[in-house]
Every structure is written in structure tokens, then in C-alpha cells.
């Protein structure tokens, strides 16, 4: 397990990308889930800089794990920031036009959609979101 803990600024985006995408290249991951992830710590690291401190800065844990059989690669985001779990909310309605839909929800729907399991939970004064993508 590697581990990275920075500001949750936006500006970290890239550092934290960076730090997965060095592994996932060791592992050979194919390009198409090397991006899913990459818009997954896009969507994820992006909503904890804009709202898990607001309007302060706090810091953001990214976890790195790869697990077998069959392999994967788990991140976990963790921060202590405002309690807030990104899958209790409901999911955009994507037949409608983007005129029509609510504002809001679609990252977290795209990261769901593209992702072998997410989960989320609130221990210890911290927001722990876990993404699995198998590669």
C-alpha cells in the first residue's frame, strides 16, 4: 500500500493523479481504466478541495492498494472535512436534456458508472470514499 497525503487544493489534482499513474504503469493497467481512474480522482479529490474544508484548507489522504484475484486497484480518499457521502444522493436523470436536469451529480454518477464498487463512510471524524477498479 503507498500512500499520499497533500492540501485538498484543486492545484493537487495533477500531484495526486500523478502518484497513481506511476503505479498503475507498473502494473500494466490498459489505458481505457487508466483514464476511468484518473476522472474518478478528477471528480473525487476535486469535490473534497471544493467542499469538505470550506472555506479553509484542510488535507486529503490518497491510499493506494492493489489486491488479486482478480486484480485491482482500490484508492481511498480520506479527509476530515464536513461529513458529506457523494453516493446517498440521488442520480441525474440522463435521458433528460442538460437544460432540464438538475444541477449537480453527474461527476459522482460517471465515477459509479465507471468503477467495479465505491463505498463510503463516516469514522473517526473523517470521510472515507473507496473506489475498485479492476484492471
Known amino acids: 500500500m503507498r500512500e499520499l ?4 487544493i484543486i492545484e493537487n489534482i495533477e500531484k495526486v493523479t500523478d502518484f497513481v499513474n506511476e503505479e498503475l504503469e507498473k502494473l500494466d493497467c490498459s489505458p481505457k481504466a487508466q483514464i476511468q481512474i484518473d476522472v474518478a480522482i478528477d471528480e473525487l ?31 481511498t480518499f480520506i479527509d476530515h472535512g464536513i461529513p458529506y457521502d457523494p453516493l446517498a ?20 454518477y460517471m465515477v ?19 473506489i475498485k477498479k479492476n484492471i
Open 5 to 8: 497525503t497533500v492540501d485538498a
Open 45 to 75: 479529490f476535486g469535490n473534497i478541495a471544493h467542499y469538505a474544508y470550506n472555506p479553509n484548507v484542510g488535507t486529503a489522504t490518497i491510499r493506494m492498494e492493489v489486491v488479486q484475484d482478480p486484480m485491482a486497484v482500490v484508492l
Open 89 to 108: 444522493k440521488e442520480d441525474p436523470d440522463i435521458k433528460l436534456s442538460a437544460e432540464e436536469r438538475k444541477i449537480g451529480g453527474l461527476g459522482i
Open 112 to 130: 459509479k458508472k465507471s468503477m467495479d464498487e465505491i463505498t463510503y463512510e463516516y469514522k473517526a471524524g473523517q470521510n472515507i470514499l473507496r
